[in-house]
């Protein structure tokens, strides 16, 4: 059977050619099991995730109240995950199923030729994750400052940058400017993760700081009221980021080792098997943010039972 070329640097690409390298053999039926599961998965999240993050948008577009820098930056990140919802789940579960009907050949091009179009979400995802790392590094840092620098327009351009960089990085290149723009939009993303971790761990500093003040009773009943409401945003970006690790890493992790796992191993096999269940978890991970801004937010909650009663 003829199949595209897969060297594409994507754990998509690499997903297919793992796939390949079982089904031409004996595990027919396990990878028929591992597919059912995954695809059962993301038709069944798809729904929701559509509903939750509509609703986050809908909430904080109509509603004053929440209107905050915070919450207009989690509204933005909810279009991305809403177009996981509406694009990448069903496009991904199609692919599966032209897999169980044998259909190799289409699903190895689809991957190939869809590969960077599917990760503009993820990477999209991962630069919204350190705009909101610098939101709250500047509300916890500069707290008296913060209104004149952090300001909803600049939020939206930040926003438009990002999505501006995953989609030139999606387009298709040749030669010369392909060499130019894939070391870019790596230096990039490592960027964005470096601003992650470079504002947490400035923001812990700073929030022990304020906490021994608060100790001492050296701040107003005011500044303490507004510290403690930054700690609470604060600890909700901090699950967000532990939530997204949690349905990124394994799939990214083994998507890196992707070379290794060709070998004709037990543990390359499983592996292989699971690959369409781990890029699920990352899937499901744009219907676990919206969960999460609803846990957290009592407010957010209420209007979501509002709009869901209109």
Known sequence: MTVANSSSASPFTSSC????????????????????????????????????????????????????????????????????????????????????????????????????????????????????????????????????FVTTFRIKIAVSFSWLACIVNALPYTGVIATVVGPIYFTFRVLSVATIVYFHISVYIVTRRHEKQIQAEQVSPEALAKFLEEKRALKTTTIIIGVFLLCYLPFVVIGTVRGDLLKKSLVSVTLSLLQPLLLSSSLINSLCNPLVYCFRNKELRKVFIELLQD
Request: aromatic share 16%.
């Open 17 to 148: 050619v793992l796939t390949l390298s079982i089904l031409t053999e004996d595990y027919l039926l396990e990878t028929s099991i591992f597919f059912l599961m995954a695809i059962t998965l993301n038709i069944a999240s798809c729904p929701f995730t559509i509903l939750m993050n509509v609703l986050v948008i809908v909430a904080v577009k109509t509603r004053r109240q929440l209107q905050t820098n915070y919450n207009v930056l989690l509204a933005c990140w909810a279009v991305t995950d809403l177009l996981v919802g509406v694009f990448v789940q069903p496009i991904f579960a199609v692919a599966l199923i032209t897999v169980l009907k044998g259909s190799l050949t289409y699903y190895c091009q689809f991957f190939v030729t869809f590969s960077k179009l599917l990760f503009i979400p993820f990477a999209a995802s991962l630069f919204h994750l350190a705009l909101l790392s610098a939101e709250r590094y500047a509300a916890m840092k500069f707290p008296f400052r913060y209104p004149d």
